[in-house]
């Protein structure tokens, strides 16, 4: 592969031009035949795949009303147009959301739509071609799933549903991104995205008390399957090793040490991430939902906390409660949910963001914290996509914002914000997420990169940010790899617990 | 002529109801499995009420977007509703008075209509992205109401019809006792493309106006942790397990 560089800077960010077919050939990876199997989708492309995808596509129409209305409702106004950051990368017209989204509007109207079956060219309706069919590979992977073009459709259309909708419908004629699948699969077999066995896990845990207490001189756990503690803690598995996520996974240890609420890690659900939404399979998305309700009925918690990840927080607020019970509020002849919820101690919100957790404990004192333990940090704060457009925090809509700056005040002296039409609701996806972050597509993670890249540099050059605080552990991997190739340290980045962690003082309360 | 007319306004009217009546249909009964409101969203009916209203009136979430198109876009809507409301006049009998209120605004409102459209469709030429996506039934939809409001503007304000002779075919229309449609290219023109609209209207973009009202990501409440939301097709997936 040719070396990527990054794009320039605009110097006022106007909206750029159009370059047709700047991203054509820049797909993933196609999945292999075994990683298929074992997700029960066919090994590779099936012969009759042009049926099969035209039948699955109706099978999902008639399944989500949210396609079905977005597929309709679209009138071409162009609000969403220049909203994307892979668009404003890459300059390629197929990446602006209405674009993405007639690729498939195009064969719905042509197979669905009475004017299409008649006049075809009149509406934009093609045939579902084998070209097509490669450039909804192609393109469908050049979407994070971010929802930003959502918040300024009139009609509230979200690029991301009809994305997911057209990788469910790759994955079932066999032709799936690798990335994605292979990851579920690690999921089914072992727990976690990585592939990390117990043993190991348990091992690192051990390795992290040992570093904790070398630095700080406090015993502070790191419990895996515990039955009867009080907190199942259900984070992304890049939280076990990876930098800087580790740093976070430690701030979480020291405020439940601090607290001294009895917590546990589970071996057999090492996972917060859920790759089943990134390729919208409600059957995936689903059965790994479930090793979590599983996890939590066999080790007896009474409370179920997820760490710091962006999807994994939306899976979680917004889709467990559906998928595998994690909630509260079944109705009372729903068993499935209420074996679970019968269990749950609902003087708390379920699932609790980590977040929630702390912010909680230091409004009501619990922690005792020096904030001048992070002032080498000159802060700012990235809104991961996910938990801003797709989640909330708080039990109060727009706490989802608040409750992470809330604890960066708490815990730093130095913070700014960065150009607000890039924050909160506004904010842009990193530029991995939704499944994209893959070495195969690092040209489009760089790309795709470019308007946070913008802002930082404004608050970098205007106020000396040195750090940008994030919740998200693909946020983390993203910017760590590719912030140095717009020539910033990769340090720069790292999570909300990592500058709790800096900053609480064990042992004084 | 008139009974030409009255057969064409007869089987658009069914079109016209039946059609989105049926696509309503299947909207309501497609089911949303998931919680997928765009966040920060109200947690409660009465906030979500608020905001389908905001973006129904005000177009709220196209204002965030862009300014140009939200401003077109608005002047056109509410012309275009005005015009409707005016035209009641030809279907009741006494003319309601709020209708009577209505109608010299609504007059004007045609032609406020009419430069919101322009102003869309030089959008559509000029912007090299919306040219990018515009299909020829975008440009022809634009037309369409062009052609609509100049034909109705040309009778409004020089070569006037016999509108209470008007009046008198469409009340008959609704109490099927066919009376006489004026004599007048400009009428005939008019009402003909009118009928195309409405024929179109369920089967085409236009049906973005019912779906607006089915849109998950604006109607939903947030509130997935409080109260367990699940399809019935997802449901049953849990007994067989």
Request: glycine share 8%.
């Amino acid at each position: 592969m040719a070396e990527i560089t990054a794009p320039a800077y605009r110097v006022i960010p106007i909206i750029p031009a159009l370059k047709p077919g700047a991203m054509e050939g820049s797909g993933p990876y196609v999945s292999g035949e075994k990683m298929n199997e074992a997700l029960g989708f066919p090994g590779k492309l099936v012969d009759d795949w042009h049926d099969k995808a035209i039948a699955k596509m109706g099978d999902l129409l008639g399944k989500y009303r949210s396609l079905k209305v977005y597929m309709d409702s679209c009138v071409h106004c162009g609000a969403c147009s220049d909203k994307c950051h892979y668009f404003i990368g890459t300059q390629d017209p197929k990446n602006m959301p209405v674009a993405r989204q007639d690729l498939m509007r195009s064969v719905y109207r042509r197979y669905f739509t009475l004017p299409g079956k008649l006049f075809p060219k009149l509406v934009g309706a093609r045939d579902l071609t084998r070209e097509v069919l490669d450039e909804w590979h192609n393109y469908y992977h050049q979407c994070s799933e971010c929802r930003r073009c959502s918040v300024f459709c009139p009609y509230g259309i979200d690029t991301a549903e009809v994305t997911m909708a057209a990788r469910d419908i790759l994955d079932s004629v066999g032709y799936g991104q690798k990335y994605d699948i292979e990851i579920i699969g690690k999921v089914h077999k072992i727990g976690n995205n990585l592939g990390l066995p117990a043993p190991a896990l348990i091992d690192t845990m051990e390795g992290l008390e040992e570093d904790v207490k070398e630095a700080t001189g406090i015993d502070v756990r790191f419990p895996i399957d515990i039955k009867g503690a009080e907190v199942l803690l259900i984070t992304p598995s890049a939280d076990f090793f990876a930098e800087p996520h580790i740093d976070s996974l430690i701030g979480y240890a020291k405020v439940f040490h601090a607290t001294g609420t009895s917590w546990t890690l589970s071996s057999m659900s090492s996972e917060a991430a859920n790759f089943g939404m990134f390729i919208g399979n409600y059957e995936q998305l689903r059965k790994v939902a479930l090793r979590i309700r599983q996890a939590a009925l066999e080790l007896g918690v009474k409370r179920i906390v997820v760490g710091e990840c962006g999807h994994a927080w939306r899976v979680a607020y917004s889709f467990w409660n559906t998928l595998s019970g994690v909630g509260e509020g079944a109705d009372p002849d729903d068993k499935f949910a209420q074996m679970l919820q019968q269990q749950l101690d609902h003087r708390y919100r379920q699932p609790t963001h980590i977040c929630e957790f702390t912010w909680d404990m230091i409004e009501r004192g619990a922690l005792s914290l020096d904030k001048e333990a992070n002032d080498k940090h000159i802060i700012t704060f990235h809104d991961s996509c996910n938990v801003a457009r797709g989640s909330s925090m708080g039990g109060y809509p727009g706490g989802q914002f608040d409750i992470p700056r809330n604890i960066i005040k708490s815990v730093a002296n130095h913070f700014h914000e960065m150009d607000p039409s890039t924050t909160h609701e506004k904010t842009f996806c990193c530029g991995g997420g939704g499944g994209l972050l893959t070495d195969d597509l690092m040209d489009l993670r760089v790309k795709g990169a470019l308007p946070r890249m913008e802002v930082l540099k404004q608050v970098s050059d205007e106020h000396g940010v040195n750090f940008m605080a994030v919740i998200c552990a693909i946020c983390k991997t993203q910017f760590s790899k590719v912030m140095p190739i717009y020539g910033f340290d990769r340090r720069m980045v790292g999570g909300v617990h990592q500058l709790v962690s800096n900053a609480i003082r064990l042992g004084e309360k | 002529m008139s009974t030409l007319f009255a057969i064409l306004f007869y089987f658009v009217t069914l079109v016209f109801v039946v059609g989105t009546f049926y696509r309503i249909g299947v909207y309501t009964r497609t089911p949303a499995p998931l919680k997928i409101p765009t966040t920060p969203a109200p947690m409660n009916t009465g906030g979500v009420v608020l905001r389908m209203m905001r973006e129904v009136f005000l177009f709220e979430s196209l204002f965030k977007a862009n300014l140009w198109t939200w401003g077109l876009g608005w002047l056109f809507h509410v012309s275009l509703a005005l015009v409707l409301l005016r035209h009641l006049r030809y279907f009741t009998d006494p003319v309601w008075p709020w209708v009577a209120f209505v109608q010299p605004f609504g007059t004007y409102a045609g032609i406020t209509m009419l430069a919101g459209v322009a102003g869309l469709w030089a959008r559509r030429i000029f912007v090299e992205r919306i040219r990018y996506i515009s299909t020829p039934s975008d440009h022809l939809m634009l037309a369409l109401f062009m052609a609509i409001a100049i034909s109705g503007l040309t009778m409004s304000f020089f070569v006037h019809t016999d509108v209470i002779a008007v009046k008198g075919f469409m009340l008959g229309l609704m109490h099927f006792d066919l009376q006489a449609l004026p004599s007048s290219i400009g009428l005939y023109v008019h009402l003909s493309l009118v009928a195309l609209l409405m024929m179109i209207f369920p089967i085409s973009k236009l049906l973005h106006a019912p779906g607006l009202f089915f849109s998950p990501g604006r109607n939903q409440v947030d509130n997935p942790r409080e109260k367990r939301h699940i399809a019935a097709w997802a449901k049953r997936m849990e007994s067989e397990n």
